[in-house]
T-cell receptor, first 110, second 109 residues
Framework: NAGVTQTPKFRVLKTGQSMTLLCAQD?????MYWYRQDPGMGLRLIHY???????AKGEVPDGYNVSRLKKQNFLLGLESAAPSQTSVYFC?????????FGPGTRLTVT | GEDVEQSLFLSVREGDSSVINCTYT??????LYWYKQEPGAGLQLLTY?????DMKQDQRLTVLLNKKDKHLSLRIADTQTGDSAIYFC?????????FGTGTSLTVIP
């Protein structure tokens, strides 16, 4: 039981490039989330999903898109990366009020 | 985000108790949480309390909830150097979770 995994662990992008971050969970959780963590700002919710095929906007959704084609996977896409998207990205899944986090993806946009 | 507030830093001596405080905003939050984050790692769920409780104890951890003042605290008894980390409180509102900015706990040997 791997819990929540994220791919890749690190990435450097140039401004304007695109990429997809993958989150996978093997706990059969319905709810999945993408957060970004920036110094002094805690975690901020980007998008979330309450089940396969559904997505919803969080607090800071601009510049990001998500898809939940399979229950176990939640993808976060950056279509045209900007330096302001330099951050650590965390995925989480939730069942019955308990939220479990992945190890994070450190993204740098130059 | 969303006005869940914590102090930024706390230092304690090894063996003492640590108390980390948090104020939250939504009196209708169902659960309130404490997470621990070690350097380079994700957040680890430490404990949580249901909003109709005022205290929860789990080994060295004690959570106190004052709903009237919207105040949550985490007490760590007999603090060890391995407890050095950033601690986040969080509340849930519907399907979303809102986190404080985190309290960096330093344990002095």
């Amino acid at each position: 039981n791997a819990g929540v995994t994220q791919t890749p662990k690190f990435r450097v992008l140039k401004t304007g490039q695109s990429m997809t971050l993958l989150c996978a969970q093997d706990m059969n959780h319905e709810y999945m989330y993408w957060y970004r963590q920036d110094p002094g700002m805690g975690l901020r919710l980007i998008h979330y999903s309450v089940g396969e095929g559904t997505t919803a906007k969080g607090e800071v959704p601009d510049g990001y898109n998500v898809s939940r084609l399979k229950k176990q996977n939640f993808l976060l896409g950056l279509e045209s990366a900007a330096p302001s998207q330099t951050s650590v990205y965390f995925c989480a899944s939730t069942q019955q009020g308990e939220q479990y986090f992945g190890p994070g993806t450190r993204l740098t946009v130059t | 985000g969303e006005d869940v507030e914590q102090s930024l830093f706390l230092s304690v001596r090894e063996g003492d108790s640590s108390v980390i405080n948090c104020t939250y905003t939504d009196s209708s939050s169902t659960y309130l949480y404490w997470y621990k984050q070690e350097p380079g790692a994700g957040l680890q769920l430490l404990t949580y309390i249901f909003s109709n409780m005022d205290m929860k104890q789990d080994q060295r951890l004690t959570v106190l909830l004052n709903k009237k003042d919207k105040h949550l605290s985490l007490r760590i008894a007999d603090t060890q150097t391995g407890d050095s980390a950033i601690y986040f409180c969080a509340e849930n509102r519907g399907n979303q979770f809102y986190f404080g900015t985190g309290t960096s706990l330093t344990v002095i040997p």
